[in-house]
């Protein structure tokens, strides 16, 4: 993954990739908040040529109908196979924006620049583009790498302290597969000078973590589902929440995720139960309380690999010790139960 | 395009492929007529495991509802990553399936099993899976290779003539640029034995001209734009049927799309006017008359590369003889339409 930027300059940043992608038309895709906060500070969409297309924002809006939409645009402008599509806001806008550039005509270029935390460490990167559908999250996509992501952390000035906390927990859980040095960096970091200069390597430390697995495993054939970590919890975590129409953070699902599975990587692993204290005291200090948002049973059956195939159990990434991953980790309904009680 | 596979036991090939596939489930997309006279005999969708999704018939289905149809039957039938979707039909069925199978959690392996001419020379080939869009044709789509391609001409016995010629045109084509050779073959072809067995060497070695060309540039950076010939003038004839909602067979659109486009290439190019006679006659016997869709200044229009720059002319792919093609030939307004009034 080395068409990854870190700068302090996007707009200049921006520009000159622009400059060396010969481009017949440039769309930029935004959603209500990135136009507002992002877009006029990266002075994109104003000259002639550059059009600008405009989603609502949050994660339900992150759906087909929006991917038509993005089409119905691209199309009524005239874009080419040529056209590049640079995508400027959080994780929804990256995934979507890259899902409607690789069906495109089949397939056009695009750039993220993404402008929260989460999207800066994780779902900007890696080429994961996608939508959900049928109240699954992220079930319809591609595997398709931008030519660029830009990332740039003075974006994070205007971020809401929730929105940081949401993206730190990838962060989290991306030392947790490092080791013991980065996590303890991690857990020493002051959130509150999250845009300055002095964050800027942390972030790009982050980012060589998840680079280094999916460089490995660009397909998800094996090593990648490493970064699954907390996720098999967390996901069924948002599946529900979606289902009902709940609002909640995609990373803290994924903290309540790491306590449990951290929980059955001590049960299981033999990690060890200081650690798992450590990180569980941390993440209750930083985190909201877990507000259940269904039956325990109601989750188990969402992690279910194979729901015809139920003793199989869930398939879970689990951790012997900080930066030393076990994936495919099958875990019995009791041991899953129990985890959850964790929370 | 080493995954193509040329049999008279359609079945047993394709049982025999399947087994050696680890999948969960088995799923096969049908349309009406595919399921009434191809899936019976490929004995599909019988046994528990083996899901069908059918779909209604005709280019005009090739649309976004229905993949959104195969993505809600996949999903509430609990398919997985290593389900596998097997596309017996013509050409809309590979193409949509193609393009379902691709993005369903960023993709699932798919088979083609083309039963119409068109789809068995053309179609389900070369990886270009896609979706009619906003009256654009296969304007949505991916490139994304079938796991195999089974190729049995039985099934060309139960296709009405009208078809046969439609897929016939593409064979056409294909000897044009292949070569004298290969094209004398394929104008002394007995269509009435289409379905036989010494009908089917023929079928490979047209198949072979396209793999040729696809395994050289399989993103159409270049090269692949060879067979586009007849293609410029034939998708702006379809398109503009497309919007009327008039019927129109591909292959003859790609027929009168051969005439003018040779056309072009005598006056340009100094192809044979012996050889544009004698393949114009062949189709002129063969094919329906030609009924305007449209005004010819609407069909230049569609072929317009760039709306914005038109004095760019249209871009063309032309011969200078049979089996020499040059891609990239731009034709001014002027010789478009007298090409037009040739057809």
Redesign the interface.
């Known amino acids: 993954m080395n068409h990854i930027v870190f700068t302090r300059d996007a707009n200049a940043t921006l520009r000159s990739k622009l400059e060396h992608i010969p481009a ?1 038309d440039i769309f930029v895709l935004v959603d209500n908040n990135s136009r507002n906060y992002c877009m006029e500070h990266l002075n994109m969409g104003y000259v002639p040529g550059e059009h600008v297309i405009t989603i609502a924002e949050g994660e339900h809006n992150k759906c ?1 109908d929006n991917v ?1 939409l993005i ?2 645009q691209l ?2 402008c ?1 874009a ?1 196979r040529n056209a590049v599509l640079v995508n400027i806001g959080g994780g929804v806008i990256t995934d979507i924006g890259g ?1 409607a550039a ?6 056009i270029r695009f750039l993220n620049v993404p402008t929260t935390l989460l999207a800066q460490v994780d779902a900007s990167l890696g080429g ?3 939508i959900n ?2 109240g ?1 999250k ?6 398709s790498l931008p030519e660029w992501v830009i990332i740039d952390n003075h974006f994070l000035e205007t971020l809401p302290p929730r929105q940081i906390l949401s993206g730190f927990a990838e962060m989290l859980k991306h030392a947790l597969l490092s080791g013991e040095k980065h996590l303890a960096e991690i857990m020493a970091t002051d959130l509150s000078q999250v845009a300055q200069e002095d964050f800027l390597p942390l972030i790009q430390e982050s980012v060589a973590v998840k680079s280094a697995i999916v460089t490995e495993d660009p ?2 054939k094996g090593l990648r589902k490493a970064l699954n970590l907390g996720h098999t919890v967390g996901h069924a975590i948002e599946s529900i929440a979606i289902k009902k129409g709940l609002e909640i953070y995609h990373g803290d699902a994924v903290t309540y995720g790491l306590i449990a599975e951290l929980y059955l990587s001590v049960k299981k692993m033999g990690f060890d139960p200081k650690y798992y204290e450590t990180v569980k005291a941390f993440i209750r200090e930083k985190y909201p309380v877990y507000h259940p948002v269904g039956e325990p049973d109601g989750l188990y059956e969402l992690m279910l ?4 195939n139920e003793h199989e159990g869930a398939n879970f990434t689990l951790l012997s010790r900080p930066g030393e991953v076990e994936i495919n980790q099958y875990c019995r309904r009791e041991e899953i139960l129990e985890a959850l009680e964790q929370i």
């Open positions: 017949s087909l038509a089409w119905h199309s009524s005239g080419r899902f690789a069906c495109f005509k089949r397939g994961k583009t996608g559908f049928d699954l992220n079930d319809i996509g591609t595997f397909n998800e690999y194979d729901k015809k």
